[in-house]
């Protein structure tokens, strides 16, 4: 693992735009550099050999302010769950630095990143997975406060615990419950009051509604909100669910096959979206009107995401991209950037190299092949015995992966 | 827009119903527990190239009102009461080995995991042409053709060599592919479609649900659509009706039901799902409580605890679905006014 505490190689790709931004960024939390996580993929009977890499990460950078909220969006495969888990180090990034307020925790190990851990919290999707079907709320409460010194006052705790349970909606006689007892909302209630009981600056919330019903899921994003300004929180939120991110997000990051594509703030994000991904993610929501369902336009796009352990050269978009220009787009990985748009703020990033002429109607959709797209991923499994390049022997993991995709 | 045009507007006038369901109710019993009644009384017809929308959350009924008009609810264990007439005949007390013909042929059906819905041992091209073997009695050697020509109408790219794939070597949207040729391959005049788009990526759900809208239009093939999700109900139902509590509370066509909706439930929904479209920021107006609120409906409205605006008669008597002309019904002592 090389970790560096100055990040001369992530600062250097960025570019002046980056150094713009640093002066409005005083307060950073998070400040995260060329993260990468690799996974590797091993192979054999007796010894394992590494024959490849699922790039789940690989290269973003993020930077969260004190107290926002920013959002991580993307479909499933893009890695933005192994991003979210990376930042906290439960994902040791294979590259890049995670500075959390001040310290890199990328380079911490074992009782010192433990301790650190107090400050940064997660909540997770299925709060019935995640919470020990065993344990009473008050122990699973109790035991992380217990881990980082909070506990040692027995009067002290059972009011904090009372405090608790007040600020995420629950009553007091929950603590003596299992989580069994609880509906699907009343459970991530009490994954939240456990992520809070140790008073965390950062949560992590990864898909903190998507198993709940609608009409319980607002009740959980009201929660999430009202919390933050009770407590002084700053989120990492991860979904798919557009609609939810823009709800409760300050800044939005749009993912796509292990890299950001897309940066903005959230009104300006669904406003004007500029990379091509952006617009048919968009797109494809389908809104709860009728009439605007009839009226709207759609992007589709053909095929499907690329293999993360094989992702395509250039722009990871192209093979599926509408826009795609011929050459540039096939070599050239475009990086963040801010556009030359009139009424584009410099806080809005775009991964395109021809976000301002597809803007302008300068360039204008093409059909794509979803052929192309299709070969690509069948010469992958028709083609695992080419041996000696490690590029091509990465068809091997189809199996191990395929499960967990 | 295109999907109600094209659609034969008058048929849902002039035709009669394809498949007729009436008072449809499951009970499940299990030994030393009461008897629960997952869909209480549940009417509604489909007519051809109609496209019908049941919405409602986990636990309203939606899924079990589907398995049972398939048949496919375990032997033992629950009660169906009620009839699902399909073309005169009602398929609730059909024989099995005569549902089964009916099944695949007649009526098809798509789950929301296509996954656990194929088998993974035989490939996908093998798994098309055993239907129509079944139904058709085709030889595997005529119809493997017609299998090939099935995946590509779905949008399976290089169809030829995807008929000797495995489930395993094929995306989510796919496999979701896959299963709608297999479902087609009889040309069902009835597909009833459960959370078909759920488990999958939203630009691919966009996919499916513009091949699943082609379909109706283009061969009348008439679509139960069992969804959560109110904006997939919004572009493509012709009527949705509203779940809540195995009871259907609302229903209307889409235009008029999404721009006034009456019942609290229905409002209550909408309400509370964060939108793309509209301003951001507003907190959500969330449906206080859960399911397990519910009171019973034999003495009271099941959505009465939960409700934004109950009166007392919400809690001493059942409501009933009372229709108007214009095709809309409603469950409610107290519904929200309307607003056009």
Same mark, same amino acid.
């Given at each position: 693992?090389?970790?560096?505490?100055?990040?001369?190689?992530?600062?250097?790709?960025?570019? #002046?735009?980056?150094?713009?931004?640093?002066?409005? =960024?005083?307060?950073?939390?998070?400040?995260?550099?060329?993260?990468?996580?690799?996974?590797?993929?091993?192979?054999?009977?007796?010894?394992?050999?590494?024959?490849?890499?699922?790039?789940?990460?690989?290269?973003?950078?993020?930077?969260?302010?004190?107290?926002?909220?920013?959002?991580?969006?993307?479909?499933?495969?893009?890695?933005?769950?192994?991003?979210?888990?990376?930042?906290?180090?439960?994902?040791?990034?294979?590259?890049?630095?995670?500075?959390?307020?001040?310290?890199?925790?990328?380079?911490?190990?074992?009782?010192?990143?433990?301790?650190?851990?107090?400050?940064?919290?997660?909540?997770?999707? =299925? #709060?019935?997975?995640?919470?020990?079907?065993?344990?009473?709320?008050?122990?699973?409460?109790?035991?992380?406060?217990?881990?980082?010194?909070?506990?040692?006052?027995?009067?002290?705790?059972?009011?904090?615990?009372?405090?608790?349970?007040?600020?995420?909606?629950?009553?007091?006689?929950?603590?003596?419950?299992?989580?069994?007892?609880?509906?699907?909302?009343?459970?991530?209630?009490?994954?939240?009051?456990?992520?809070?009981?140790?008073?965390?600056?950062?949560?992590?919330?990864?898909?903190?509604?998507?198993?709940?019903?609608?009409?319980?899921?607002?009740?959980?994003?009201?929660?999430?909100?009202?919390?933050?300004?009770?407590?002084?929180?700053?989120?990492?939120?991860?979904?798919?669910?557009?609609?939810?991110?823009?709800?409760?997000?300050?800044?939005?990051?749009?993912?796509?096959?292990?890299?950001?594509?897309?940066?903005?703030?959230?009104?300006?994000?669904?406003?004007?979206?500029?990379?091509?991904?952006?617009?048919?993610?968009?797109?494809?929501?389908?809104?709860?009107?009728?009439?605007?369902?009839?009226?709207?336009?759609?992007?589709?796009?053909?095929?499907?995401?690329?293999?993360?352990?094989?992702?395509?050269?250039?722009?990871?978009?192209?093979?599926?991209? #509408?826009?795609?220009?011929?050459?540039?787009? =096939?070599?050239?990985?475009?990086?963040?950037?801010?556009?030359?748009?009139?009424?584009?703020?410099?806080?809005?990033?775009?991964?395109?190299?021809?976000?301002?002429?597809?803007?302008?109607?300068?360039?204008? #959709?093409?059909?794509?092949?979803?052929?192309?797209?299709?070969?690509?991923?069948?010469?992958?499994?028709?083609?695992?015995?080419?041996?000696?390049?490690?590029?091509?022997?990465?068809?091997?993991?189809?199996?191990?992966?395929?499960?967990?995709? | 827009?295109?999907?109600?045009?094209?659609?034969?507007?008058?048929?849902?006038?002039?035709?009669?119903?394809?498949?007729?369901?009436?008072? $449809?109710?499951?009970?499940?019993?299990?030994?030393?527990?009461?008897?629960?009644?997952?869909?209480?009384?549940?009417?509604?017809?489909?007519?051809?190239?109609?496209?019908?929308?049941?919405?409602?959350?986990?636990?309203?009924?939606?899924?079990?009102?589907?398995?049972?008009?398939?048949?496919?609810?375990?032997?033992?264990?629950?009660?169906?009461?009620?009839?699902?007439?399909?073309?005169?005949?009602?398929?609730?007390?059909?024989?099995?080995?005569?549902?089964?013909?009916?099944?695949? %042929?007649?009526?098809?059906?798509?789950?929301?995991?296509?996954?656990?819905?194929?088998?993974?041992?035989?490939?996908?091209?093998?798994?098309?042409?055993?239907?129509?073997? %079944? +139904?058709?009695?085709?030889?595997?050697?005529?119809?493997?053709?017609?299998?090939?020509?099935?995946?590509?109408?779905?949008?399976?790219?290089?169809?030829?060599? %995807?008929?000797?794939?495995?489930?395993?070597?094929?995306?989510?949207?796919?496999?979701?592919?896959?299963?709608?040729?297999?479902?087609?391959?009889?040309?069902?005049?009835?597909?009833?479609?459960?959370?078909?788009?759920?488990?999958?990526?939203?630009?691919?759900?966009?996919?499916?649900?513009?091949?699943?809208?082609?379909?109706?239009?283009?061969?009348?093939?008439?679509?139960?659509?069992?969804?959560?999700? $109110?904006?997939?109900?919004?572009?493509?139902?012709?009527?949705?009706?509203?779940?809540?509590?195995?009871?259907?509370?609302?229903?209307?066509?889409?235009?008029?039901?999404?721009?006034? /909706?009456?019942?609290?439930?229905?409002?209550?929904?909408?309400?509370?799902?964060? %939108?793309?479209?509209?301003?951001?920021?507003?907190?959500?107006?969330?449906?206080?409580?859960?399911?397990?609120?519910?009171?019973?409906?034999?003495?009271?409205?099941?959505?009465?605890?939960?409700?934004?605006? /109950?009166?007392?008669?919400?809690?001493?008597?059942?409501?009933?679905?009372? +229709?108007?002309?214009?095709?809309?019904?409603?469950?409610?002592?107290? /519904?929200?006014?309307?607003?056009?």
């Amino acid at each position: 693992m090389t970790t560096t505490a100055e990040p001369t190689d992530a600062a250097a790709t960025d570019g #002046p735009a980056d150094d713009a931004r640093a002066h409005d =960024d005083g307060d950073l939390l998070v400040d995260a550099r060329g993260v990468k996580v690799h996974f590797p993929i091993k192979r054999g009977v007796v010894f394992d050999k590494v024959v490849g890499h699922v790039y789940a990460v690989d290269g973003v950078d993020l930077r969260i302010r004190k107290g926002e909220t920013y959002g991580l969006v993307g479909e499933s495969g893009c890695g933005k769950s192994t991003l979210g888990k990376a930042i906290l180090g439960l994902e040791p990034p294979t590259d890049g630095s995670v500075v959390i307020d001040g310290t890199d925790v990328a380079s911490l190990k074992g009782e010192e990143l433990r301790k650190r851990r107090k400050d940064f919290q997660m909540v997770f999707q =299925d #709060p019935m997975s995640s919470l020990d079907p065993r344990q009473s709320v008050e122990s699973l409460l109790v035991e992380g406060m217990k881990a980082h010194g909070l506990a040692s006052d027995d009067k002290a705790t059972a009011s904090r615990l009372r405090e608790l349970l007040k600020a995420v909606g629950l009553p007091a006689a929950a603590l003596k419950k299992y989580p069994h007892e609880f509906s699907g909302g009343q459970r991530q209630r009490i994954g939240i009051a456990r992520a809070l009981a140790v008073e965390p600056k950062l949560i992590v919330a990864d898909e903190p509604v998507s198993a709940l019903d609608v009409s319980v899921q607002a009740q959980v994003i009201n929660l999430l909100e009202d919390l933050q300004d009770e407590f002084e929180l700053t989120y990492l939120v991860v979904a798919h669910d557009l609609a939810v991110v823009r709800h409760i997000s300050d800044r939005i990051g749009v993912m796509y096959l292990g890299g950001l594509v897309e940066e903005a703030g959230a009104d300006d994000l669904y406003a004007q979206p500029l990379h091509p991904y952006t617009r048919a993610l968009l797109s494809a929501v389908p809104v709860p009107d009728p009439t605007r369902e009839d009226e709207r336009e759609q992007i589709l796009l053909v095929g499907d995401l690329p293999s993360p352990s094989k992702p395509p050269p250039g722009c990871r978009f192209h093979t599926r991209c #509408p826009w795609r220009q011929e050459t540039r787009c =096939d070599d050239e990985r475009p990086q963040l950037r801010v556009l030359e748009i009139d009424g584009v703020p410099s806080s809005h990033r775009v991964a395109c190299h021809w976000a301002e002429d597809i803007e302008s109607g300068k360039i204008q #959709p093409h059909h794509v092949d979803p052929t192309a797209t299709e070969q690509d991923l069948r010469e992958e499994q028709d083609a695992p015995h080419a041996v000696g390049d490690v590029e091509e022997a990465v068809q091997y993991q189809h199996g191990g992966h395929g499960a967990g995709s | 827009m295109t999907a109600t045009a094209t659609t034969p507007g008058s048929s849902r006038h002039g035709d009669e119903p394809l498949l007729s369901v009436r008072d $449809l109710r499951v009970t499940f019993t299990r030994q030393g527990e009461d008897p629960f009644t997952a869909v209480d009384g549940v009417s509604f017809d489909v007519r051809p190239g109609q496209t019908v929308g049941l919405v409602g959350e986990s636990g309203c009924g939606k899924s079990v009102t589907s398995l049972a008009i398939m048949g496919l609810l375990p032997a033992r264990g629950n009660r169906v009461e009620g009839t699902a007439t399909f073309e005169g005949t009602d398929l609730l007390t059909l024989a099995k080995d005569k549902m089964r013909d009916r099944r695949g %042929r007649d009526i098809a059906m798509i789950f929301q995991d296509p996954l656990s819905s194929l088998n993974p041992v035989v490939p996908i091209g093998r798994q098309v042409t055993e239907v129509l073997e %079944r +139904h058709k009695s085709m030889s595997r050697k005529a119809a493997t053709p017609v299998a090939r020509e099935l995946l590509d109408r779905v949008g399976i790219p290089d169809p030829d060599r %995807r008929l000797t794939d495995y489930p395993h070597q094929l995306s989510g949207g796919m496999r979701q592919r896959a299963l709608i040729a297999m479902a087609l391959a009889c040309e069902p005049r009835l597909l009833i479609a459960d959370e078909p788009t759920t488990a999958l990526d939203v630009t691919i759900q966009a996919q499916i649900l513009g091949l699943l809208k082609e379909l109706v239009t283009e061969s009348g093939t008439a679509l139960v659509m069992i969804t959560h999700d $109110l904006g997939v109900v919004a572009g493509l139902c012709d009527e949705v009706n509203v779940l809540y509590g195995g009871r259907i509370v609302e229903r209307g066509r889409r235009h008029e039901l999404f721009a006034s /909706p009456r019942h609290p439930y229905t409002t209550g929904l909408l309400a509370s799902i964060p %939108r793309l479209d509209g301003a951001r920021g507003a907190p959500l107006t969330p449906i206080p409580g859960s399911v397990a609120d519910n009171l019973p409906w034999e003495h009271a409205c099941a959505f009465a605890p939960r409700c934004s605006q /109950p009166v007392d008669r919400c809690t001493e008597q059942s409501p009933e679905l009372e +229709h108007d002309d214009g095709g809309r019904a409603l469950r409610c002592f107290n /519904p929200v006014e309307a607003t056009s």
